[in-house]
């Protein structure tokens, strides 16, 4: 975990240098982009909470979307993980929410999605969201590797909202 806690070092101290908060709703990724954010000695005075939500129940109880809400929106899209993003800051009165949405292998989907297949979003004082494709089914890879997209992207975020 020595890159991903490297990157949530740095994106660690912008937050409390800006006085910023986050919060986490992540899936495929399943609770590594929080954990490499809670690595960072001090995480508590940025990181609010995060959850994994792998199902419906879970979008449901933990993130309070109903169905209605999603209603023609598909799972693992960049539309999806906005409103996912979008709920975790509002429950938890923060400044960003990151989201991300996928499918980690080694099969793909029920909505039709190849295994490496991700959407992550953020939301804040700017909103952003982005697909990736790993190309293979290695379901751990692609743990990782959505990770580091998913703070890659909270990076650049942040960096535009100055």
Not at 54 to 64: E, F, G, K, N, V
Request: glycine share 12%; proline share 2%; charged share 20%.
């Amino acid at each position: 975990m020595n890159e991903l806690t490297t990157m949530a070092a740095a994106l660690g101290a912008l937050l409390k240098e800006r006085k910023e908060t986050i919060g986490v709703a992540e899936s495929s990724a399943g609770g590594l982009i929080s954990a490499a954010l809670l690595a960072v000695p001090g995480a508590s005075a940025y990181f609010l909470g995060g959850g994994v939500i792998y199902t419906q129940a879970a979008r449901r109880a933990l993130l309070r979307v109903t169905d209605d809400s999603v209603k023609g929106i598909r799972s693992s899209t960049e539309a999806y993980a906005l409103v996912k993003a979008r709920m975790i800051r509002e429950l938890l009165g923060a400044t960003w929410g990151l989201a991300e949405t996928g499918a980690s292998g080694p099969t793909g989907n029920r909505y039709g999605d190849a295994a490496g297949h991700a959407c992550i979003a953020v939301a804040g004082p700017v909103e952003r969201a982005i697909t990736v494709e790993t190309g293979h089914g290695d379901r751990e890879k692609n743990m990782w590797a959505f990770t580091k997209a998913a703070l890659d992207l909270l990076e650049t975020s942040l960096r535009k909202s100055r």
